[in-house]
């Protein structure tokens, strides 16, 4: 007994070892891992939760996104152990581990829970071998940790546990697995932020559900139990969700009809396809294999033989698989995996054009191998497990020793899950030998961010030099590159970098600062602001509220375009009502002169006063108005923008400066304005549905584990 006991846990425990060591030798430095297409959210907890928890999210002057908001829950958790203290380096490491073993343990009881039942005594090695191979594995390396996003991070866990759950409720005929299905998929919600994981994840329990029915079909019984335990998890998982889907239902046709059009979300298919053909899509290896990220060693003939080793082991799984009850589920996985991820290449690639044309929900998939690649692995690792096992024994029966098996079987491991991810175990997925994502961010940019704190009013900071599009690089001893992150490391709004919504005063500011690019030829430039085009630079950073101007000397200047700082302190210097006020090492602080009256909200007409609810909720006393006042709100226009008073909308609202609100208010003697950003209701209403049925489900929770605590005494 206590041997059988060992053999169970020896697996898990082998896979935690293992996670651990792998966090160990990432972040044994005491440095935050942050860049690529990700921006600094690690960074400060607390801002970050400011800046996920509504649609109105500000950076450079707002606009209105809800892409953000799946992040709340893991902020929600993590912003208060940040707030005692614990530095964001650990709690990243932690957030680290945790998903790295939630996604590796989940796969091992996956195939334990599927075809461990299947195969023989000699390959009971299959759910450790396989969920190693989840874990170590060329897509991995470059499009879940490499890649740098957030929620592939986080999907790369969401993935095989929300199905291994899924599947323990069916073949259990327990509903309370369900329950904790949609429970992770709640806690790993910020896996959503890219809605292509929301289609990833449900296309696997789809699947696995018409496998099951199929293979069950003359058993009513199981058949409608798992279709009540799908609608089930279905139901579940859009309650727990709501914070985030309900907005997206609600606002998701009006914020997203100005994005990509069916034939722009086509071309992108087509012009990413040729980077993952059918040779490189079954030996799951993306460009940063072959385009010298890693090195030109990954062009040697060694390694692209190491990596032609993966469909070749896969091969050898299939006569000792061909009897398992899951081996459809398996195949159908694979093959729908490979349908995806090849996009539009030979020979299905005019098929999936076809469907995109039809199905509008399979355009999040746009960049099919980075977006459904991970269901690819997933369905790669028992073909890859029992695979390996079986060649492992062809190989030592030729020697004539099957002791040689295990030898065999740890020297392919070896090959594949280390020498060609050896960027896994050095820590530099990301980047490779060309970048680095492993950053520390110097003391001075905490000790500027805590004086511009101490300020008085409400105001915006712009920093330069101006960049032209909105990619930095950071010269830190640990440098930074990637999206430029001001809004994540100063509390106070920002002015940074150049993206669609602000593209009518950021073309100002071009032409007054400039770039050593031709910024008129930018996608985000504009020619409409005649309404914000002053002499004066100092004018027109007072129709930005802007009060404070930080100049950076640590950026590359060069290699982003933009212009030398030396020559941007000088133009500083030549205007009227900018001075330089502070310096923190290599940040210089100049201050602008700009009305007094001026703020986030104002009147010229009198003085107001105003309190900030939240980032979506304003309120403004008026005192003795003797007739008309104009009332300005220095955010993005938008309709959903409405000021009310006693619960009456005030209808006279325009832009002005080109990109600013104003409302025209008459009205006379005292009286207060609700300005509030109406789309952020729903959030609100959908977080109430979560956390009533959170509380609901903790209940249910609670009262399952009493139960069976009885049961067992």
């Known amino acids: 007994m206590k041997i059988t006991y060992l053999r169970r846990i020896i697996?898990?425990?082998g896979i935690i070892l293992l996670c651990f060591i792998i966090i160990l030798l990432w972040f044994k430095k005491g440095l935050l891992f942050s860049g690529a297409e990700d921006e600094l959210f690690f960074y400060n907890y607390t801002r970050s939760l400011e800046l996920f928890s509504h649609i109105w999210y500000q950076a450079g002057i707002g606009y209105p996104t809800l892409s953000y908001l799946p992040r709340i829950t893991y902020f929600l958790v993590f912003e208060s152990l940040y707030r005692l203290g614990i530095s964001n380096v650990l709690m990243e490491a932690i957030t680290f581990l945790i998903l790295m073993l939630t996604g590796t343990l989940s796969v091992f009881f996956l195939l334990r829970e599927t075809i461990g039942n299947d195969i023989k005594d000699d390959k009971k090695l299959v759910p450790f071998l396989g969920s190693i191979f989840y874990l170590l594995n060329p897509f991995s390396t470059t499009q879940i940790w490499g890649r740098g996003l957030t929620y592939q991070i986080f999907a790369f866990a969401l993935v095989p546990?929300?199905?291994?759950?899924?599947i323990l409720s069916i073949q259990r005929k327990n509903l309370f697995f369900c329950v904790i299905t949609a429970l992770f998929s709640v806690f790993l919600s910020t896996s959503y932020t890219s809605p292509a994981v929301v289609l990833t994840s449900w296309v696997n329990i789809a699947i696995y559900l018409i496998f099951y029915l199929f293979s069950n079909k003359n058993n009513y019984k199981k058949n409608l139990f798992a279709l009540f335990s799908f609608l089930c998890l279905f139901t579940l998982w859009m309650l727990l969700n709501s914070f985030w889907i309900y907005p997206l239902i609600k606002h998701g046709s009006e914020m997203l009809s100005a994005n990509l059009t069916v034939?722009?979300?086509i071309d992108?298919?087509?012009a990413l396809s040729p980077q993952q053909s059918l040779d490189k899509v079954i030996r799951l290896i993306h460009r940063e294999y072959y385009d010298g990220t890693y090195g030109e060693t990954y062009n040697?003939?060694?390694?692209?033989?190491?990596?032609?080793?993966l469909p070749i082991i896969v091969l050898f799984s299939i006569p000792a698989l061909k009897k398992t009850y899951h081996l459809l589920f398996f195949v159908t996985l694979f093959v729908v995996s490979v349908f995806v991820c090849i996009g539009t290449n030979f020979p299905t690639g005019w098929l999936l054009i076809w469907l995109f044309e039809r199905v509008p929900l399979l355009q999040v998939l746009r960049n099919p191998y980075e977006k459904f690649g991970i269901n690819l692995v997933l369905a790669y690792s028992p073909f890859f497990a029992v695979g390996l096992i079986v060649f492992s024994e062809k190989l030592a029966r030729l020697y004539k020793s099957q002791k040689l098996k295990y030898f065999f079987v740890s020297l392919f491991t070896f090959l594949i899950c280390g020498i060609l991810v050896w960027p896994i175990w050095k820590g530099n997925f990301a980047g490779g030998i060309r970048g680095n994502f492993w950053i520390e961010i110097p003391k001075y940019y905490n000790d500027a961010n805590i004086w511009l704190n101490k300020q008085d009013r409400d105001f915006n900071i712009l920093h330069l030099p101006l960049l032209p599009e909105d990619g930095v690089t950071y010269t830190w001893e640990h440098p930074y590159e990637g999206i430029e992150p001001s809004e994540f490391i100063f509390d106070k709004g920002s002015i940074a970098r150049n993206f669609g919504v602000n593209k009518n005063y950021y073309s100002v500011l071009l032409n007054k600062l400039g770039a050593n690019v031709n910024y008129k030829g930018l996608p985000y430039w504009s020619n409409n602001f005649e309404?914000?085009?002053?002499?004066?630079l100092y004018e027109e950073l007072a129709k930005l509220n802007i009060r404070f101007i930080v100049l950076h000397f640590d950026t590359d200047y060069k290699k982003r375009r933009s212009v030398n700082p030396e020559e941007t302190k000088k133009y500083l210097e030549s205007q009227d009502n900018i001075k330089k006020i502070n310096e923190f090492e290599k940040l210089e602080i100049y201050k602008v002169e700009i009305p007094s009256n001026i703020d986030l909200i104002y009147s010229p007409?009198?003085?107001?006063?105003?309190k900030k609810v939240d980032t979506s909720n304003y309120l403004v006393d008026v005192k003795n108005a003797n007739g008309e006042i104009d009332l300005y709100f220095l955010q993005?226009?938008?309709?959903?923008?409405?000021a009310s008073i006693n619960g009456e909308k005030m209808e006279n609202h325009i832009e002005v400066f080109s990109y600013a609100n104003l409302w025209k208010i008459n009205k006379q003697g005292d009286y207060q304005i609700a300005i509030k950003f109406v789309q952020q209701e729903s959030v609100n209403l959908g977080t109430k549905v979560t956390f009533l049925t959170l509380g609901v489900l903790m209940i249910i929770i609670l009262f399952y584990l009493v139960k069976m605590r009885k049961i067992f005494l």
């Not at 040697?300 to 080793?309: C, D, P, R």
């Not at 993005?636 to 409405?642: D, K, Q, V």
């Open 11 to 13: 697996g898990p425990v």
């Open 161 to 166: 546990v929300f199905l291994l759950f899924f």
């Open 263 to 265: 034939r722009d979300n």
């Open 268 to 270: 992108i298919l087509k």
């Open 300 to 309: 040697s003939f060694i390694f692209v033989i190491i990596s032609w080793l």
């Open 531 to 536: 309404d914000f085009n002053e002499d004066k």
């Open 605 to 610: 007409n009198l003085k107001i006063d105003y």
């Open 636 to 642: 993005h226009f938008h309709p959903s923008w409405e």
